[in-house]
């Protein structure tokens, strides 16, 4: 793996077989992420986006082909250890939320610290602090249902970052939204890059597109154009 690179994928396929019909998702692909990078992925519905997402997260594994993270190779190891490895590592934001709605918002927060053995105490620093980036603290006690949907999705990434992950996986996390609230989670995923954090992210929005250091474009499971530019 080239010495800058955080994560690299190489000649990963994923084929999905349902009967006798086999349906191939992705279709060798190579990619090197540097640490820090902001790269949005593009491309038609069904093209592969969020199968490639998925594999990056560790919710999904290659049916062939090499993934690495960091000096990991995490192709062929157990369910268990791509567990281990995702809780130290990996947030993922997802389009529909999929926050639990028995649980308050400080309690969807502060799932992720129970995973991670942090204590009582650190964990209600912790998720006080996350609770305050994404301008929700008032809101702590309310359930999901009582929130708006920018407010859910704000509370969905204060989730992704309260485990402090050096990558954030993000499947069109303003898709759900109108304009305003789309914009306040750029602004959010935008900051979080600045301080250091990965970012993958899947979008149909070219303007917030615009706020990526770099550009993947898809089609029938291929990476067709790997863009880098200067973001907006």
């Known amino acids: 793996m080239p010495a800058d690179a955080f994560?690299?994928?190489?000649?990963?396929?994923?084929?999905?077989?349902?009967?006798?019909?086999?349906?191939?998702?992705?279709?060798?692909?190579?990619?090197?992420?540097?640490?820090?990078e902001f790269v949005c992925v593009m491309g038609p519905s069904g093209c592969g986006k969020t199968t490639l997402l998925?594999?990056?997260?560790?919710?999904?594994?290659?049916?062939?082909?090499?993934?690495?993270?960091g000096e990991v190779e995490v192709s062929n190891v157990s369910e268990a250890r791509l567990t281990e490895?995702?809780?130290?590592?990996?947030?993922?934001?997802?389009?529909?939320?999929?926050?639990?709605?028995?649980?308050?918002?400080?309690?969807?927060v502060e799932l992720p610290l129970h995973c991670l053995n942090v204590?009582?105490?650190?964990?209600?620093?912790?998720v006080r602090e996350v609770l305050e980036l994404v301008d929700l603290q008032r809101r702590a006690k309310?359930?999901?249902?009582?929130?708006s949907g920018g407010e859910q999705q704000r509370v969905a990434i204060a989730r992704a970052v309260v485990g402090d992950p050096r990558l954030i996986v993000a499947?069109?996390?303003?898709?759900?939204?109108?304009?305003?609230?789309?914009?306040?989670?750029?602004?959010?995923?935008?900051?979080?890059n600045q301080q250091g954090t990965t970012i993958l992210m899947v979008t149909h929005s070219h303007s917030h597109a615009d706020r990526a250091s770099r550009i993947l474009t898809m089609l029938d499971g291929r990476l067709m154009l790997d863009t880098a530019r200067a973001p907006a």
Not at 85 to 108: P, T
Not at 119 to 126: D, E, K, V
């Open 85 to 108: 490895i995702r809780k130290g590592n990996i947030g993922f934001i997802f389009q529909n939320f999929m926050l639990l709605d028995d649980l308050s918002v400080y309690e969807n």
């Open 171 to 192: 499947d069109e996390p303003t898709g759900n939204l109108d304009s305003h609230h789309g914009e306040e989670v750029m602004d959010m995923l935008t900051t979080l």
């Open 7 to 36: 994560f690299q994928l190489r000649d990963v396929r994923k084929v999905y077989q349902t009967g006798v019909l086999e349906t191939t998702a992705l279709a060798d692909i190579s990619l090197d992420i540097r640490e820090g």
């Open 142 to 147: 309310h359930r999901p249902l009582q929130l």
């Open 119 to 126: 204590s009582r105490r650190q964990r209600r620093a912790r």
């Open 54 to 69: 998925n594999v990056v997260a560790m919710l999904d594994t290659p049916t062939s082909g090499r993934y690495a993270l």
